[in-house]
């Protein structure tokens, strides 16, 4: 662990920190964390990085602490690295420390630090711990990316179908009624559609307005997160690009506890806390269960059938070769790889038909809505 200079201390003032409640919301991982802004990914990377290189130039921890604190500009990041100093004063470790925290620094984060500190290398530990937070961002940010364009044509319709449901129906529901025509089943629908749509419109508004504020953000995001990731597991479409991404994850996360020089059973515990669905974490206990009882880490991971035949086979070879941690930083680099070209295949196939989509609401809408007129036609004509 890198040295704790015992006369540098954090100044204590009051007024640079955060308030006790604040502290205490921070601290909690419930509702309450949610409603402030809290430190992004992205913050907390850069802290990770800017804090190995500090301590790998030599400077004590308290003191490195005390320089981050005083140069961010973020008052709640500066708050937190301050409770952090007093609570490594009074005694605590720094893993142990970063815990009055679980919705800014992950067990996997404090497990690496925790370990960084076991070996004396937190320097280390944390430029790795680094580099994987920015990988991670890095996937965010492609995966956003790409799904910008399907984004926008899903958006655009649903402004085609409110305009539809709000003001075009209505109107030729009102012609309909005055001319008393008689409606066919599927216009129907669609005027009681219309009907509910207008009905409920005074709710959307509020309920869209409360998706820009961050807190209802983050605890929607984190509610129906679990939900997409079981149901992309569940869907044949998107069940192996979901898989490919999990897996990658875990990959990358296990690699570098690894070279970390964690024990095998504790960088499963560590590593696997990459924010899979709830089946992960059974996978996960199945792993322990087997290597205890005695069987290989490949045998383990073929029992599961989570893992794909390139997963196992570089992981035998690692087995084989002593070299575990570099054999599953390539399946890494190659599951990273695999997901791009699968992401491209998928949209590939993806845009069009939401194109098609698209058009087909549009014509059913379209012909729902000139049925009546047909009946009339015949009505005048006869």
């Given at each position: 662990?890198?040295?704790?200079?015992?006369?540098?201390?954090?100044?204590?003032?009051?007024?640079?920190?955060?308030?006790?409640?604040?502290?205490?919301?921070?601290?909690?991982?419930?509702?309450?964390?949610?409603?402030?802004?809290?430190?992004?990914?992205?913050?907390?990377?850069?802290?990770?990085?800017?804090?190995?290189?500090?301590?790998?130039?030599?400077?004590?921890?308290?003191?490195?602490?005390?320089?981050?604190?005083?140069?961010?500009?973020?008052?709640?990041?500066?708050?937190?690295?301050?409770?952090?100093?007093?609570?490594?004063?009074?005694?605590?470790?720094?893993?142990?420390?970063?815990?009055?925290?679980?919705?800014?620094?992950?067990?996997?984060?404090?497990?690496?630090?925790?370990?960084?500190?076991?070996?004396?290398?937190?320097?280390?530990?944390?430029?790795?711990?680094?580099?994987?937070?920015?990988?991670?961002?890095?996937?965010?940010?492609?995966?956003?990316?790409?799904?910008?364009?399907?984004?926008?044509?899903?958006?655009?319709?649903?402004?085609?179908?409110?305009?539809?449901?709000?003001?075009?129906?209505?109107?030729?529901?009102?012609?309909?009624?005055?001319?008393?025509?008689?409606?066919?089943?599927?216009?129907?629908?669609?005027?009681?559609?219309?009907r509910l749509a207008r009905t409920t419109m005074p709710l959307v508004f509020p309920c869209a307005a409360a998706l820009l504020v961050p807190p209802v953000r983050r605890w929607l995001v984190g509610t129906c997160l679990p939900l997409i990731q079981r149901g992309l597991l569940a869907?044949?479409?998107?069940?192996?690009?979901?898989?490919?991404?999990?897996?990658?994850?875990?990959?990358?996360?296990?690699?570098?506890?690894?070279?970390?020089?964690?024990?095998?059973?504790?960088?499963?515990?560590?590593?696997?806390?990459?924010?899979?669905?709830?089946?992960?974490?059974?996978?996960?206990?199945?792993?322990?269960?087997?290597?205890?009882?005695?069987?290989?880490?490949?045998?383990?991971?073929?029992?599961?059938?989570?893992?794909?035949?390139?997963?196992?086979?570089?992981?035998?070879?690692?087995?084989?070769?002593?070299?575990?941690?570099?054999?599953?930083?390539?399946?890494?680099?190659?599951?990273?790889?695999?997901?791009?070209?699968?992401?491209?295949?998928?949209?590939?196939?993806?845009?069009?038909?939401?194109?098609?989509?698209?058009?087909?609401?549009?014509?059913?809408?379209?012909?729902?809505?000139?049925?009546?007129?047909?009946?009339?036609?015949?009505?005048?004509?006869?």
């Open positions: 662990m890198a040295p704790v200079d015992s006369a540098v201390r954090p100044r204590p003032t009051p007024s640079d920190g955060i308030s006790p409640d604040v502290r205490a919301a921070l601290a909690t991982p419930g509702w309450s964390l949610r409603q402030m802004r809290v430190p992004g990914a992205a913050d907390i990377a850069m802290l990770t990085y800017d804090l190995g290189v500090l301590l790998g130039a030599g400077l004590p921890l308290l003191q490195a602490l005390d320089v981050l604190g005083q140069q961010t500009t973020d008052q709640v990041l500066r708050g937190v690295l301050q409770d952090v100093s007093r609570e490594i004063q009074v005694g605590k470790k720094f893993s142990e420390a970063l815990g009055r925290f679980p919705s800014l620094f992950s067990p996997l984060y404090r497990g690496i630090v925790g370990n960084g500190e076991t070996t004396g290398r937190l320097d280390l530990a944390l430029e790795r711990l680094a580099a994987f937070l920015e990988r991670d961002l890095e996937f965010r940010r492609k995966v956003r990316d790409i799904l910008v364009y399907p984004a926008m044509v899903m958006a655009m319709a649903g402004v085609v179908l409110t305009i539809f449901l709000i003001y075009i129906i209505p109107a030729f529901d009102q012609v309909y009624r005055h001319a008393g025509a008689s409606l066919p089943p599927l216009t129907r629908a669609l005027v009681a559609w219309s869907i044949p479409v998107t069940r192996s690009l979901a898989r490919t991404a999990l897996l990658g994850r875990f990959a990358h996360s296990m690699a570098m506890v690894l070279h970390s020089g964690v024990p095998l059973l504790s960088a499963l515990d560590v590593a696997g806390v990459v924010g899979g669905p709830q089946e992960f974490g059974s996978v996960i206990d199945t792993l322990k269960r087997s290597i205890i009882g005695g069987r290989r880490l490949t045998e383990a991971m073929r029992g599961t059938g989570w893992f794909t035949p390139t997963f196992l086979n570089m992981v035998n070879v690692g087995e084989e070769t002593g070299k575990l941690e570099t054999m599953i930083a390539r399946t890494a680099a190659i599951l990273d790889r695999e997901f791009d070209v699968r992401m491209r295949r998928f949209l590939t196939l993806l845009e069009p038909l939401l194109i098609l989509m698209v058009g087909a609401i549009v014509g059913v809408i379209l012909m729902a809505l000139y049925l009546p007129m047909f009946g009339l036609a015949r009505a005048v004509l006869h």
